[in-house]
């Protein structure tokens, strides 16, 4: 039985400890800095919790002291500290983040680490450049390759037509951050919530634009192979442009602690989510322009007797099925791991990664 710490005591945290319980192949201990939020937590009495302050020298390094592997679904502003504990206290490292600042910290650490360190686990960044790389490999050469994903309420109630589905201080980010592009074959920055396009999907119309962190290392990896590379983030029409009047209009993207009580006092949450992934990628074959589109939505849903939203169960599932290939040895055991270097099968053929497979409803196009 490996020995497994999750740091972050939230919905997606909580999910990750059920799921690793579950199988019986993992022991979970949860930390987190609020006794309050462990004693909140919905989990299997099998899994353990420990209240410590992880910004305290040598804290963290202790539970840690003998485990498997640290997984983080903390806020991305601990990302580092995390990090930092799991090459001092030689474990595998995994995380969520979509900040691209720290993903590059992880990165450095990863050079020197004696274990696995692989960042941007989770939906997007995580299973959407699994999902990318895979198409892109069946062209030979790329002309474009388009990303898009959002987790979006069901039944939509406000002039937002948003719930609060995922971390607040990771939309915040991720609407405020510049945003990595492949523009023109030159790796570039954008500017985040611009670049807005529609789209209809199953006579759904969304619409989609610019955000920080979805790619995640696969600029890097196809820098020099495509024109095109870019990442949006799914919403329904008319989020984008209230988004921009209060972040920009108002001020309030260098008030983020304001927006975020604003969000969290505003919005509810909600179970009753759809996650909807669309990756199209065009280029050449044998001499002809072809595109071919992988197209999937991920509803809310009962893992044993447990109701999850549909970002809880892609979410949790990936960074479960990348540690599971791991334990099982699938993976490289040293050093920085990208994503992308995951194959697509072996993902959905995991025990966690068919909450994919099972999902997949257009599956892959060729047109």
């Known amino acids: 039985m490996k020995e497994i710490v999750v740091v972050g005591a939230g919905k997606i945290g909580g999910t990750i400890a ?21 004693d909140a937590l919905d989990v299997s009495p099998l899994v353990a919790t420990a209240c410590i302050e992880i910004a305290e020298a040598g804290a963290l390094e202790n539970i840690l002291d003998g485990k498997f592997a640290v997984l983080s679904a903390a806020p991305f502003h601990l990302t580092t500290r995390i990090a930092e504990a799991a090459a001092r206290s030689c474990v595998h490292y995994l995380d969520l983040t979509e900040d691209v600042a720290s993903t590059r910290i992880v990165k450095e650490l990863a050079k020197t680490a004696k274990t696995a360190f692989i960042p941007q686990c989770g939906l997007a960044p995580g299973f959407i450049s699994i999902v990318a790389n895979d198409l892109a490999k069946r062209f030979d050469t790329l002309e474009s390759v388009r990303m898009r994903v959002g987790a979006l309420p069901q039944y939509p109630s406000n002039a937002l037509n948003y719930n609060l589905t995922w971390s607040t201080d990771g939309v915040i980010n ?73 972040l920009n209009d108002l001020g309030l993207r260098d008030r983020r602690d304001v927006f975020k009580d604003i969000l969290e006092n505003a919005l509810p949450s909600t179970l009753q989510d759809v996650v909807v992934i669309f990756v199209t990628v065009s280029g050449r074959k044998k001499g002809r322009l072809l595109q071919e589109t992988y197209a999937n939505k991920v509803y809310s849903g009962h893992i044993g007797a447990q109701l999850y939203s549909g970002i809880q169960i892609t979410t949790a599932s990936a960074i479960c099925a990348v540690l599971d290939m791991l334990a099982r040895g699938d993976l490289p055991q040293q050093g920085f791991l990208k994503q992308e270097d995951i194959a697509l099968d072996a993902f959905l053929s995991n025990r966690f990664g068919k909450a994919y497979a099972q999902a997949e409803s257009a599956g892959r196009l060729v047109a």
């Open 18 to 38: 059920n799921l690793l319980s579950g199988t019986g192949d993992y022991r979970v201990t949860v930390v987190d800095r609020h006794q309050a939020q462990l």
């Open 174 to 246: 991720e609407y405020c951050e510049p945003c990595e592009a492949i523009v023109d074959g030159e790796l570039t920055e954008v500017p985040p919530l611009e670049e807005r396009e529609e789209f209809s999907l199953d006579g759904v119309t969304y619409e989609a634009f610019n955000t920080s962190g979805g790619l995640g290392t696969l600029c890097e990896t196809l820098l020099g192979k495509v024109r095109t590379l870019n990442y949006r983030t799914i919403r329904y029409p008319g989020h984008a442009a209230i988004m921009k009047a209060l």
